[in-house]
């Protein structure tokens, strides 16, 4: 079955350390993108990527980095420079075509210790 | 600036009954619309679209409807179960982002509860 492959589902992390999320997708899409929900808001752009080796970052990209080595796999470090990491963190994909919707993983809920 | 606002937090509807859920936008240079429905802890499903060039779209029971001119978007379920119960967030594309039309703008959500 294709999808998109978010893990761990729960992660806690000491302040200062950096945290990597992970994110792998088996639909061939060339478009990866990482978004922030936190609680009674919508889901805010952190990081997208078009293609392999591109990336851009979205309206709240600061204190976060990403990698993408492999077209199916786009993760996503939280670093310590994150002020607020306490989040619901959702990775999405999509061909990267026109008006094609991204389809979602079922999301990473990291927590400060 | 909120460009894409669902003010509804919350709606209830008795189960067989039409849900209807709104969604208002500021950037008229939307053009592709969304909705997604949400389980707690889990990530949004797609569920539905409509392109600006139409002002209606329909699959199975669930139809969106979209009013350009007064930048509103809505999403009707008829009839609603019980397992429509979730949280709906819409979504907007913006085709003026760098990198074409996939940059998504996401409203807060709403909380549809279907009652048995």
């Known amino acids: 079955d294709g999808g998109i492959t978010q893990s761990p589902k729960y992660l806690f992390r000491k302040e200062g350390q950096n945290v990597t999320l992970s994110c792998e997708q088996n639909?061939?899409?060339?478009?990866m993108y990482w978004y922030r929900q936190d609680p009674g808001q919508g889901l805010r752009l952190i990081y997208y990527s078009q293609i392999v080796n591109d990336f851009q970052k979205g309206d709240i990209a600061e204190g976060y980095s990403v990698s993408r080595e492999k077209k199916e796999s786009f993760p996503l470090t939280v670093t310590s420079a994150q002020k607020n990491p306490t989040a619901f963190y959702l990775c999405?994909?999509?061909?990267?075509?026109?008006?094609?919707?991204?389809?979602f993983g079922d999301g990473t809920r990291l927590s400060i210790l | 600036d909120q460009q894409v606002k669902q003010n509804s937090p919350s709606l209830s509807v008795q189960e067989g009954r039409i849900s209807i859920l709104n969604c208002d936008y500021t950037n008229s240079m939307f053009d592709y619309f969304l909705w997604y429905k949400k389980y707690p802890a889990e990530g949004p499903t797609f569920l539905i679209s409509?392109?600006?060039?139409?002002d209606k779209n329909e699959d199975g029971r669930f139809t969106v409807f979209l009013n350009k001119s007064a930048k509103h978007l809505s999403l009707h379920i008829v009839p609603s179960q019980p397992g429509d119960s979730a949280v709906y967030f819409c979504a907007a594309s913006d085709p003026l982002s760098n990198f074409g039309n996939e940059k998504l703008t996401f409203g807060t959500g709403t909380r549809l509860t279907i009652i048995p």
């Open positions: 639909l061939n899409h060339d478009a």
């Open positions: 999405a994909s999509n061909p990267g075509r026109k008006n094609q919707p991204q389809h």
């Open positions: 409509i392109s600006s060039i139409k």
